[in-house]
């Protein structure tokens, strides 16, 4: 009998690290120091120098990474802000904390990233920033959507949460845009034992604002410039994500190398494009096949775990069907609306051994035969 293969593995990832994990979570118990303190601190460099930007601010969540830099900008009522329609619902819900309105774009179906040409279909006289998300682990065309958000003096936003150390033209995933937003959620690239988040930023103004901004709007104690939020990164997910960050490039090289196994094993379904100008990081392998339903129903069968992200595109989410935002119901996104009936992610993590890659093969042409 086959053991499950799940889609991520966060326990496994502990098992391995286990002897490091522990050292640093009693380190952070025995300090007595639990909520901003040296292990954040040091977070944050690590993390500024991993991606390429000169500043980094901890926070609560990548929710909480999109959301705290739109107010930092000013972002609010009667602004637009542009997201691709096919990507996790935080990625609008953001936007929509601020009071502005997010607008949906279209993806470019060969990569599921921002397509430049709906982006520029879409910006209006009213559009103050674009968020462009590095889905599955894959970094947008950042070279011409951000030639394109400067020309308008659009404001780059790029949502990391699925790209921790992906590249694009040699620079990585956070070190483009006016910010990078990352999430550290348990089965991201790094993942923390909980909720955290992080932004980068390469304007040391936007850094103090952000870090007034997670922390009640002070900088002083108990001086309230503004109305801010409790948004910090405690020190017990710091203490374990510094560990694994130290492993996050043998980690993604892992990842790249079970992608490769599915490309050589799997034929009759779709496999994800890889743009040769970038480095994926296989945060998910998302296949295409017109009989996916039939697929995952094969794989559940056999204890295995397939996931579709999205299955409903954001423009056709109730949430933003309400009467002020009634025209999300006219909007046609074709490429969206597309993938999201026929992708299908597949297990990958890094500790996926090849006798589980080939099992979900076998079962994906069972299932097509
Ligand atoms: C693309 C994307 N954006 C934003 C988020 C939000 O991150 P978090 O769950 O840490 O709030 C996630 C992940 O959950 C995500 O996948």
Known sequence: ????????????????????IDAAVSRVLASGRY?????????????????GAAHAVGCNSGT?????????????????????????????????????????????????????????????ARTRAVIVVHLFGQCAAMDEISAFCASRSLVLLEDCAQALGAQYQNRRAGGWGEFGCFSFYPTKNLAAAGDAGMITTRNSDHEKTLRMLRHHGSRQTYLHERVGWNSRLDELQAAVLRVKLRHLEEFNSARRRVAQRYRDKLKGVQL????????????????????????????????????????IPLHRQPAYQSANLASNRDVALPASEAAAKTVLSLPINPLLDDASVDRVCARVQAALA
Not at 76 to 95: R, S
């Open 272 to 311: 994800p494009a890889e743009d040769a100008r970038g480095r994926h990081v296989y945060h998910q392998f998302t296949i295409r096949s017109g009989r996916r339903d039939a697929i995952r129903e094969a794989l559940g069968r056999d204890g295995i775990a397939a996931s579709i992200f999205y299955p």
């Open 64 to 124: 909480d990474a999109l959301h705290l830099p739109l107010v930092a900008i000013g972002v609010g009522p009667g602004d637009e802000v542009v997201v691709p329609a096919f990507t996790f619902f935080a990625t609008a819900e953001a936007v929509s904390y601020t009071g502005a309105t997010p607008v949906f774009a279209d993806i470019d179906p060969a990569s599921f990233n921002l397509s430049l040409a709906s982006l520029e279909r879409t910006v209006t």
């Open 1 to 20: 009998m086959n053991g499950p293969v799940p889609m991520a593995d966060p326990a496994a990832e502990y098992r391995l690290l286990k002897a490091e």
């Open 35 to 51: 909520v901003l303190g040296p292990e954040g601190e040091a977070l944050e460099r690590e993390i500024a120098a991993y991606v």
